[in-house]
């Protein structure tokens, strides 16, 4: 519970502060009102994405034991909201399913079962402002929190195990336009959380901290 605690406020610190970098120099270029923007700087867009999760172990046993997810597709959408220029606020759903992985030295890893992820996570996105005569390539970072839904189902045993944890996102990514209501993104997101094992199991064992890594790239269209 304390890690989690502590994820939570990571995220929240990450996003003020980028809201606090971002807040002067959206003060400015907001009186640059005959600017005409690209998608980047649209009032509203929506990314449908695409890509590959990589996850960490939910727990580290004995002699180099492990249990994880194996890597796997993942896909989603991402919401954005603009506040001012360079600022927006982040909405996000994306979901994976796997093999759940016992790994055991010298054998390499076991499928024990299947594994699927839904992940949901609200934030701040801080980027350069885009007028119309700005770059066509321009970078990003995105900081907040959610929640990870894991349903792991182990097989012939018909057991099926649920937990819910608390995440924190970070990522980065470069957007690229296509034009007035059209661009590209690509991100890098890391989904920091713990596999709450007392929920899904019952058992009184704590999973270690792991970080999620998912490689996407989109189509953004604003409105």
Do not use: C
């Not at 890893?109 to 770059?135: C, F, H, R, V, Y």
């Not at 296509?178 to 890098?188: E, I, K, N, V, Y």
């Amino acid at each position: 519970m304390r890690s989690s605690v502590s994820i939570a406020r990571l995220g929240f610190g990450l996003a003020a502060a980028l809201l606090a970098v971002a807040a002067p120099a959206g003060a400015q270029l907001a009186s640059s009102a005959a600017a005409t923007t690209t998608v980047h700087g649209t009032a509203i867009d929506v990314t449908p994405y695409a890509g590959y999760m990589i996850f960490g172990n939910f727990i580290d046993g004995p002699l180099g034991t492990s249990l994880s997810s194996s890597a796997s597709p993942v896909y989603g959408a991402q919401v954005g909201l603009a506040l001012m220029p360079g600022v927006k606020l982040v909405g996000n759903i994306a979901h994976a399913a796997g093999d759940l992985k016992i790994g055991i030295p010298l054998l390499g890893g076991i499928n024990a079962g299947k594994t699927s992820a839904l992940e949901m996570d609200g934030g701040l996105q801080l980027s350069l402002p885009t007028p119309k005569t700005s770059l066509a390539y321009v970078p990003f970072v995105q900081a907040g929190v959610g929640a990870m839904r894991w349903s792991v189902d182990l097989g012939s045993t018909g057991i099926t195990a649920r937990s819910t944890n608390l995440v924190g996102n970070l990522g980065a990514g470069l957007d690229v336009s296509l034009g007035q209501s059209m661009g590209l993104r690509f991100m890098a997101n890391d989904y920091i959380g713990k596999f709450d094992f007392k929920q899904a199991t019952s058992l009184d064992v704590s999973g270690k901290t792991a970080n999620d890594w998912a490689i996407t790239a989109g189509i953004r269209v604003g409105f």
